[in-house]
């Protein structure tokens, strides 16, 4: 049985994505690029992103920008001057009256009636929120600040301000988390009525806190089978609530599917704005330095902050087929061949073919390779063994 039932219908667009790098404290298992100096360098690095911005502008000089992306970190911890003043250099720069979708990340407890309210002046129409669970004491644990009541209010602030469409991100596998914890976690999500739900499996990313603790024996991994018992009961209960899972992590309300995160599964060009911050325009990709005072520094002394790498057609072709085979719309073999060659198409039909008579994939109506609802569950293996070594 296929459970990705939907096919998303994007036209080519362009998105930029702004990484807004501060957060009030760490949590134990992140390992994304933050750090905690807002009130030291958050004018300075509004800044040097608007200054980026003016200086890269031409990379989107063809592009219609479609979705606007700020991320983090924690983009709520930037005071709302701050946003404010970000918004209108943005704005200054690039032609945004076309974007569709202009997305903030936040932290539940900074999600107040005073700063929904700006956001709505502000034009920002979607807010992804980092919920993780809905158990306090497994909150407190992973070190997140908020608790389960403050994500209710903070909906609830959105709706009042009219910001509706709403992301909650969740992670399973959790310390301390059980199967049935875990359920009355997505339940209470569902509750919400979100209009996007995205789901992670935890992982112990080397140096971090959770790390360290699990290496002194202080947390114990939930199992394996438990985790993938977690993944399956989410997708049930999502699906029979009337949400699509329209990407492996990624599950949305009709119409309400990520447009910006799509741009990246869709190999459609982005440019991304700040520290740690990746462009890429079909072709190269850029990377923006993963340190405050270096990315500053050099945006000040007129220069990019970026390295470039070029991709190689293998690497181009393995990104495409596992991006694409992690959504719902599957992996388009005819533009496989047309994009890569014969090689590296027949590469793909050999081996899909294994998958098919596994019941791992199928072909769907269009004729584009696809996942079932037991490849979707072995997806790593799949997406592996896929890849094209030249
Ligand atoms: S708030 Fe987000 S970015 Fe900041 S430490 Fe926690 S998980 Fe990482």
């Not at 403050?150 to 596998?173: M, P, W």
Request: charge should be negative; hydrophobic fraction near 40%; include cysteine.
């Amino acid at each position: 049985m296929i459970i990705f039932a939907t096919v998303f219908d994007l036209m080519a667009m362009a998105g930029i994505y702004v990484h807004i790098p501060f957060c009030a404290s760490r949590c134990s298992y992140c390992d994304f690029f933050s750090t905690l100096r807002v009130s030291d360098v958050g004018r300075q690095y509004v800044d040097a992103v608007v200054a980026e911005a003016l200086m890269r502008r031409d990379e989107l000089a063809d592009e219609q920008v479609k979705t606007l992306y700020l991320g983090g970190g924690t983009p709520s911890q930037l005071p709302l001057s701050l946003l404010a003043d970000l918004m209108k250099g943005l704005r200054a720069v690039f032609d945004l009256d076309g974007v569709e979708e202009l997305t903030i990340e936040a932290n539940p407890d900074d999600v107040v009636p005073d700063w929904c309210h700006v956001l709505s002046e502000l034009g920002i129409n979607r807010v992804s929120m980092g919920v993780q669970s809905f158990e306090d004491d497994i909150l407190r644990f992973i070190s997140r600040r908020h608790t389960s009541r403050q994500v209710i209010d903070a909906v609830a602030a959105l709706r009042t301000a009219g910001i509706d469409n709403i992301s909650i991100d969740l992670i399973f596998g959790l310390p301390g988390q059980t199967v049935a914890s875990w359920t009355d976690t997505v339940r209470r999500a569902i509750a919400l009525e979100p209009r996007h739900i995205s789901a992670y499996g935890l992982t112990f990313e080397p140096g971090t806190r959770l790390w360290h603790q699990r290496e002194r024996g202080e947390v114990t991994e939930v199992p394996e089978e438990q985790c993938l018992e977690m993944y399956s009961i989410l997708i049930r209960l999502l699906l029979e609530s009337g949400y699509e899972h329209y990407e492996i992590s990624n599950f949305s309300l009709p119409g309400y599917q990520s447009r910006h995160n799509s741009s990246y599964w869709n190999d459609t060009p982005y440019l991304g704005l700040g520290a740690a911050a990746h462009s890429y325009d079909g072709r190269l990709r850029r990377y923006n330095p993963a340190d405050l005072d270096q990315y500053i520094g050099a945006v000040k002394a007129g220069k990019p902050a970026f390295q470039t790498e070029e991709l190689t057609l293998c690497e181009r072709y393995d990104e495409r087929v596992m991006l694409s085979l992690r959504t719902a719309s599957g992996v388009d073999a005819e533009k496989l061949q047309t994009d890569f060659g014969e090689e590296a198409w027949r590469h793909f039909i050999t081996v899909s073919r294994g998958f098919i008579d596994r019941g791992l994939m199928l072909v769907d109506a269009q004729g584009r390779y696809v996942l079932t609802q037991e490849g979707i569950m072995l997806s790593d293996s799949v997406i592996r063994d896929l890849m094209w070594d030249e």
